[in-house]
């Protein structure tokens, strides 16, 4: 179990929240992005990524929510690209900005909400 998520889940009332119109549909869509499922109740999963946690929502994905997808880190970008491309989910070619020097990928989740996952560096 990641050390991050379980340290961040008292925090638990300022959580992002993203609304998913099929919640089972993004649900596979995050794990298979590298996302972890942590709780989860009537209407609701709470997903975990590095240090990064969030909630999927059920619920109408037309009504603005001001919340965007969280931005990801993958431990192996490269390999992520090939797993997602294999499951048929495109991305953006890999590229290198200067505040994601070791890579960085673009995609959106089954409701569009635009997604980014970075190389994480290595510890």
């Known amino acids: 179990m990641d050390k991050a998520c379980l340290t961040n889940l008292s925090i638990f009332q ?3 929240r993203i609304r998913a119109h099929d919640l089972a549909r993004s649900v ?8 972890e ?16 946690l969030f909630m999927l929502e059920h619920g109408d994905t037309n009504a603005p929510s001001g919340r965007i997808a969280p931005e990801l880190n993958s431990r ?10 294999a499951a ?6 890999i590229s290198y900005p200067a ?16 997604l980014s996952i970075s190389q994480a560096e290595s510890r």
Request: aromatic share 8%; with cysteine; hydrophobic share 30%.
């Open 14 to 16: 300022d959580i992002r």
């Open 28 to 35: 596979r869509f995050y794990l298979a992005v590298g996302c």
């Open 37 to 52: 499922a942590r709780l989860s109740g009537d209407g609701w999963v709470q997903l975990c990524s590095g240090d990064t």
């Open 76 to 85: 192996n970008l490269l390999h992520l690209c090939r797993r997602l491309w």
């Open 88 to 93: 048929g989910i495109d991305t953006s070619p």
């Open 99 to 114: 505040w994601s020097p070791a890579g960085r990928i673009t995609t959106s989740d089954p409701d569009r909400h635009p």
